[in-house]
């Protein structure tokens, strides 16, 4: 990929000639979902009004609920016009783009039959939202222009504040930040000084938003930090007053992006998921999926397996730029898990999404993730310069430093250059600890930093920079059963007391003291034999307790994805099946199988045995909901592997195979089932009725 490829725009999405000739003409039935249960029908004038609203408090479900009550009647009126647009953009933020390219031509074809400033302004506005949601970047500023035409025609400063709010998103990514912010400042003080309108409060705290937007392009981060916090407090007021507390998700994804560039990892992954559970509430799946994109790199570096989920789920919730940067997200985070071709795959997918080499800040994160993609150093210097080129075209003073402050790093070149990079950085408030995060400097930094991990599922193993530790290299089997015992305490502080009557039982503590330092000794020096980190580093001990520190261990990264995919079941089923998936192949077989004698590792075996069954039995269960039959006897055996003596299991199976038509493997697998059953004095039951999936006795 190089600068050279990038696409030209694509064809206008415009009413033709026809339709714009000849007299005003019906709209057609607009495709909407069934009408509520609750709730009474709307006109279109009211309907237009309420959409709007919650449109603007970031309420896209509500005003699709809007829209399902308003009564349309076809006619190319500007109540009708402005309701359609509405809906057109709620579609976009739902994650729908079917829908809303669908609503958005209607709009398109009632505007040539309308003359009226305000719907003029409001539908080429929505226009351009769709269009750019679908990566037709030409054509959304084609109808971005109409609509500032038309609301300053209007001669309505709101309108003129609502239409330039609309486009400024898109014009912080052309590069024109400061521009933004001039624009968006007469425009409120000119709607401040307008007719007393009230959806103004609303407009203000969007503006106010992409206020935030700008300074944090520009790199000016303190600004965008006070933009969205003031903006995120005005929303927990009117929340507050209206009763409804899940406004804001907006905001607190700015803030969660500050965060970020700052390298303060934990307020950032603290925001993103409150933005993800307000963005929930409100069914706007453009700002989920970019708080779930923020979220998965805040913890890529340290929770890789849990990361990846969350970038997946981010890539299913919509498209256009939105998803494009998941994809991103999902390469960082499959190359600080040490998965280049995954990520890849990732920048191969990403690449071909519409619309993704038609804009400078996109196609920049692409280059930037293909060159750390890349063995080949020259390929990856091109390539991260032709980004660099791109972030500083674009105005983006702080990606460009990142980017020059990777090549200085990557280059080898002196140590001036790389001064001088680090501190353009430090400048703009980015310190090296941005670099723990998923993306261009965790990976720049990367070859400096010292990795080790342990493994127990399936067996011990200990990883020294990816590859496994021999054991000559262990001096003391004490040694490793420390570690052991420190992973199976789930590297909580351990009291030396605990650990000493583990390792030595039955001994004297204090004489056990300089065994137990000894033992701690060696497995510092294992995980660090070079000593190029402090002692502490991956365990930690005072004279009362030990711990893990720094080190990962890969049953609580399947824990904690385990726990991310069933929260995700919970919530949406539709998202499911990959995230339980997942974590399920994480699990590679019980908790230090190789030592079963082991007492205080039988705690930690046993929580993750229960949690892999309830992964089996979600599986099982979605999917026979997908009515992947392949898939659900797979998972059905892996849950008899667990528990040969599951009844149910046995059964559900048994049912299966006969409904797919595999009728002797079914009767095998009934009369194992039978033979189960006797050897613990349990009667068989009939075999099952079709139908009777997992049914159990009658």
């Known amino acids: ?3 050279a490829q990038m696409e030209a725009p694509g064809q206008e999405f415009a009413a033709t000639e026809e339709e714009h000739a000849g007299p005003p003409r019906q709209l057609g039935v607009p495709p909407r979902p069934a009408a509520s249960q609750g709730g009474g029908m709307l006109d279109v004038a009211e309907g237009g009004r309420l959409a709007m609203t919650y449109q603007l408090l970031g309420e ?3 005003v699709l609920e809007i829209h399902r009550r308003t009564h349309f009647t076809g006619a190319a009126t500007p109540d009708e016009i402005v309701a359609l647009s509405w809906a057109a953009v709620a579609f976009c933020a739902h994650g729908e783009p079917g829908r809303a390219q669908t609503v958005a031509r209607l709009v398109v074809g009632a505007l040539g039959h309308c003359a009226e400033a305000g719907a003029q302004a409001v539908g080429h506005a929505a226009a351009a939202v769709v269009a750019a949601c679908d990566g037709r970047g030409a054509v959304a500023e084609h109808h971005r222009e109409l609509a500032e035409q038309a609301a300053c025609a209007s001669g309505d400063p709101a309108l003129v504040l609502l239409v330039r709010a609309g486009a400024a998103q898109e014009r912080i990514e052309q590069g024109a930040a400061r521009d933004v912010l001039a624009s968006l400042d007469t425009a409120l003080t000119a709607a401040a000084a307008g007719p007393d309108r009230t959806e103004l409060p609303q407009l203000r705290l969007a503006a106010e938003c992409l206020r935030g937007a700008a300074h944090l392009a520009l790199g000016e981060l303190d600004y965008a930090a006070a933009e969205f916090g003031r903006s995120l407090a005005g929303y927990q007021r009117l929340g507050e007053a209206l009763g409804h507390g899940a406004l804001g998700a907006q905001a607190l994804l700015g803030l969660g992006d500050v965060h970020r560039e700052r390298g303060a990892l934990g307020p950032a992954r603290a925001a993103y998921q409150e933005a993800v559970v307000r963005a929930e509430q409100c069914g706007d799946r453009q700002v989920l999926a970019a708080a779930l994109t923020g979220l998965a ?4 570096a340290e929770e890789p397996r849990a990361a990846a989920l969350l970038a997946r789920r981010a890539v299913a919730q919509c498209a256009g730029r939105t998803r494009i940067r998941a994809l991103v997200a999902a390469g960082w985070v499959a190359l600080a898990d040490e998965r280049p071709e995954t990520a890849a795959d990732a920048v191969r997918q990403a690449a071909g999404e519409p619309g993704a080499q038609g804009c400078r800040t996109v196609f920049a994160e692409l280059l930037e993730l293909e060159a750390m993609c890349t063995r080949e150093p020259c390929a990856r210097e091109r390539l991260l ?19 020059a402050f990777a090549r200085a790093r990557l280059s080898g070149s002196g140590g001036a250059r790389q001064r001088e990079t680090t501190a353009r950085l430090r400048q703009l408030g980015i310190p090296e600890a941005a670099a723990d995060a998923a993306g261009l400097l965790n990976r720049a930094t990367a070859a400096r930093r010292h990795s080790a991990a342990v493994r127990v599922l399936g067996g011990f ?11 000559e290299e262990w001096q003391s089997k004490k040694a490793r059963d420390l570690l052991k015992l420190l992973v199976a305490r789930r590297g909580l502080p351990t009291p030396r007391e605990v650990v000493v009557e583990a390792l030595w039982p039955g001994e004297e503590p204090s004489r056990c003291a300089n065994r137990l330092s000894v033992a701690l000794s060696i497995v510092r020096l294992v995980l660090d034999p070079e000593r190029r980190l402090a002692q502490d ?29 069933l929260a995700v079941a919970e919530r949406s089923g539709g998202h499911a099946f990959a995230a339980l998936a997942d974590a399920e192949r994480l699990y590679r077989g019980d908790v230090l199988e190789d030592e079963p004698y082991m007492e205080w590792a039988v705690a930690l075996r046993e929580e993750a045995q229960a949690v892999h069954t309830e992964l089996l039995v979600r599986l099982a269960t979605a999917a026979a909901e997908r009515e992947d039959h392949h898939a659900e006897v797979h998972f059905r055996l892996r849950l008899l592997e667990r528990d040969p003596y599951d009844e149910e299991t046995h059964l559900g199976l048994v049912a299966l195979l006969a409904e797919a038509g595999r009728h002797g493997e079914a009767r ?14 349990v009667a068989p039951a009939a075999f099952p009725r079709p139908g009777q999936r997992g049914a159990g006795r009658d």
């Open 297 to 300: 790199l805040a913890r890529g």
């Open 461 to 471: 193993q200990v990883l020294r920079d990816g590859s496994p530790v021999g054991p």
């Open 385 to 403: 310069e032709d980004a660099e080129a791109m972030w500083t075209a674009a105005r983006r003073p702080v990606a460009a430093a990142r980017t």
């Open 1 to 3: 990929m190089s600068t």
């Open 60 to 62: 896209p479900a509500r």
């Open 537 to 565: 580093h991956f365990i930690a001990a005072d004279k009362h307790v030990i711990g893990i520190a720094r080190l990962r261990v890969d049953v609580q990264d399947f824990l904690a994805a385990a726990r991310h995919a």
């Open 668 to 681: 095998r697998r009934y009369a194992l089932y039978a033979d189960r059953m006797r050897e613990i004095d």
